[in-house]
């Protein structure tokens, strides 16, 4: 079973899976020294069964003791299944908090690389500090090379904003402890895709689990929560949990009750107070004495008062609270738009001037590219009259450039997904709506609502539309009623879509579902994948899934799965054929190339400093968008002949049609290419 400590994975196994207590990352299980103050930091594995000693040396007397409140400070994970190596931070060897991905493609926790800079003159208590892959010297050397300068400004407000705004200077360097790159402080970006992940992994209760009395390792609790919860649903869950551990609100000194027994807990505790306690009764007893009081009760008479009178009270405290909170949030807001005005006049200044220096660099080489092919075309022409070819023509080499033609505006949130049909643009987005725009007005012609989750995937047959969501279901709709048919369940949120041979195919969670567009029941699901299966794409009789690491082949004939294809470059986000070579968007920044005849690697494609999240494929171009927020335009060289960045967010999908490239982003926008 695996758990993680605050910010650290740790594993410890229950005798159902291993006996056990020693892991390495290659076995799919993480050990960190859960005291990184340790004098034997090379000897990490030694600390593993010490995780509720806590410096605190608390000893096992041979009964399986639950966890309670007392151990409410230690963040517990007991996950159902063993995290995938790509949620490790690579710096404390732990899960994720708070990923944020740098320029140059790796991803840390806000912690690991952020804060860290406070400690930078005692680097002992650095959270990088532990036993890991990675040479300890040199993450420190890397993080000591970080200078923390704050702008002094009149005021000396920057001091109080300490903590909110690490950086606040364009020239703070520091070094990517993993490639040794040069970094500034806006060159890293909150890494949302991984933050979904790490939020949907599964969790055990932590009111259901407890320590082993043979070896003191975590355990389920047969008589606690038996819940299976979402890491990122865990709070609210806990909340309402009726197996937590809560106290006598009446008495400290009740001993600690689950929250199921606390209705019982009130028919035989003696410390009930008087409901006008606040007014003044001292009153204490049982629930049946209580009862008996207020018979008598001077305050019960006047317990409307007294009522009207907290009323009012209460409302006056409320009203104070907000004013006090409203004051705090207007102070705070003019010390970040204070400290941020300064720091962008800053950056304007500085790309200013690199603009400048950047168009007058421009300026000279056009002058001489100009001068050059003065002098190319005077020499063809002079080979051409000497070699009697006066009838051949020169071709030209220039390349069409695609330039931003217009933008649609009108989601509340990202555009996940798009498609084209009968002169309609569809988009699906984080607002749970799914809109179609008129290609010849460029107008929303109409709204179609019904999901209560984010749109991730969209496919068109004929008049059908297939939209599939994160509330777990497909919705079919009639493009001429725009009225909804039909409501598909999936046991999980339903990531991509695709249509062929007369089904519907709908990739989820370790499966995929396939569809009959007839009677709308599910015919069959294929299974095979460990992981989210983001990407779909049919050519030639074959269906290709996209997951984690690997792309799978299904013959369409008989469902059967007839090649895997290892990816090698994380989770595969995007899938697309193009001229017998199959594409692949992984979350590894690159776009995989295969030989569809032979399924070997051809190429990898870099140039995104992001996540490949969508492609698209136009005649011999293809086109592929990005976490960077960039669009790449490919040639059928394989080679990049053009980028376009004129979306401010990530972006989440692209279309092509009639000789345009829709691109829909985290801007909440679409823009229109041609």
């Not at 950086?167 to 895709?193: G, H, Q, V, W």
């Not at 004939?557 to 595969?572: D, H, K, L, Y």
């Not at 490949?612 to 335009?633: E, M, N, P, R």
């Amino acid at each position: 079973m695996y758990y993680n400590q605050q910010q650290h994975l740790h594993v410890e196994r229950s005798p159902v899976f291993s006996s056990s207590s020693n892991h390495s990352t290659t076995s799919g299980g993480f050990s960190n020294n859960i005291n990184n103050n340790s004098n034997n930091s090379n000897n990490s594995n030694n600390s593993n069964n010490n995780y509720f000693n806590n410096n605190n040396n608390n000893n096992n007397n041979g009964a399986s003791s639950s966890i309670h409140q007392s151990d409410t400070s230690i963040d517990t994970h007991l996950f159902v299944s063993p995290p995938p190596t790509t949620l490790v931070c690579p710096l404390h060897n732990g899960i994720f908090n708070q990923p944020f991905i740098a320029k140059c493609g790796h991803t840390f926790c806000f912690s690991c690389i952020f804060k860290s800079q406070a400690n930078t003159t005692s680097p002992t208590h650095s959270p990088i500090n532990s036993s890991n892959s990675t040479s300890t010297n040199e993450l420190l050397k890397g993080i000591n090379n970080i200078s923390i300068s704050h702008q002094n400004n009149s005021n000396n407000i920057g001091n109080n904003n300490q903590n909110n705004n690490i950086f606040n200077n364009n020239t703070n360097i520091m070094i990517c402890p993993i490639d040794k790159m040069s970094l500034r402080e806006y060159e890293f970006f909150p890494n949302l895709a991984l933050s979904s992940q790490i939020n949907d992994l599964l969790i055990y209760c932590r009111w259901g689990i407890k320590k082993s009395s043979i070896n003191g390792e975590l355990v389920q609790d047969d008589q606690g929560c038996q819940q299976k919860i979402k890491l990122g649903l865990r709070i609210d869950h806990e909340n309402v949990c009726e197996h937590a551990i809560i106290l006598c609100p009446y008495n400290k000194s009740c001993p600690p009750l689950k929250r199921f027994q606390f209705k019982q807990h009130t028919l035989i505790c003696d410390h009930i107070h008087c409901n006008h306690r606040s007014a003044g009764c001292t009153f204490e007893g049982t629930k049946q004495q209580l009862e008996d009081h207020l018979q008598g009760c001077v305050y019960e008479s006047i317990k409307d008062y007294i009522q009207r009178n907290e009323e009012q009270i209460n409302l006056l405290r409320s009203h104070l609270e907000e004013k006090t909170t409203e004051n705090d949030f207007l102070k705070k807001s003019i010390v970040q738009l204070t400290a941020g005005f300064n720091q962008l006049a800053t950056k304007l200044e500085a790309k200013t001037n690199k603009f400048e220096g950047t168009m007058r660099h421009i300026q000279a080489s056009l002058e001489a590219t100009q001068h050059q092919l003065s002098e190319t075309v005077y020499d063809l022409n002079i080979i051409k009259k000497n070699s009697n070819l006066e009838s051949v023509d020169i071709v030209d080499l220039k390349i069409p450039q695609l330039k931003c033609k217009g933008t649609f505006i009108g989601h509340n949130g990202p555009i996940w997904c798009m498609t084209v049909t009968n002169g309609m643009l569809i988009s699906g987005s984080s607002d749970m709506k799914v809109k179609i725009w008129d290609l010849v007005t460029l107008k929303c012609k109409q709204v179609l609502s019904g999901h209560e989750g984010i749109v991730h995937t969209l496919a068109v047959i004929g008049n059908r539309l297939f939209s599939g969501s994160s509330d777990q279901t497909i919705r079919v709709w009639d493009l001429e009623t725009f009225e909804c048919l039909s409501v598909l369940r999936d046991e999980n949120t339903v990531c991509a879509l695709v249509i062929a041979a007369g089904y519907l195919f709908s990739g989820s969670f370790q499966h995929i579902k396939v569809w009959d567009l007839e009677t709308f029941e599910c015919v069959q699901t294929l299974k095979g994948n460990s992981h989210w299966v983001r990407a779909l794409t049919v050519s030639g009789g074959y269906l290709y899934s996209g997951a984690y690491n690997v792309v799978r082949v299904w013959d369409l004939a008989n469902f059967e799965c007839v090649q895997t294809i290892p990816g090698g470059s994380g989770s595969i986000y995007s899938l697309a054929v193009s001229n017998r070579r199959l594409l692949a968007g992984t979350y590894e920044n690159t776009i995989v190339v295969w030989n569809l005849d032979t399924f070997e690697i051809i190429n990898k494609l870099e140039g995104h400093i992001g996540a490949v999240y969508t492609l698209a494929v136009s005649d011999k171009k293809f086109y592929s968008g990005s976490y960077d927020s960039t669009i790449k335009v490919w040639n059928d060289s394989l080679v990049c002949v053009q980028t376009l960045n004129r979306h401010t967010s990530s972006v989440e999908s692209l279309v092509v049609s009639s000789g345009c490239v829709f691109s829909g982003s985290a801007d909440n926008s679409i823009k229109v290419w041609k």
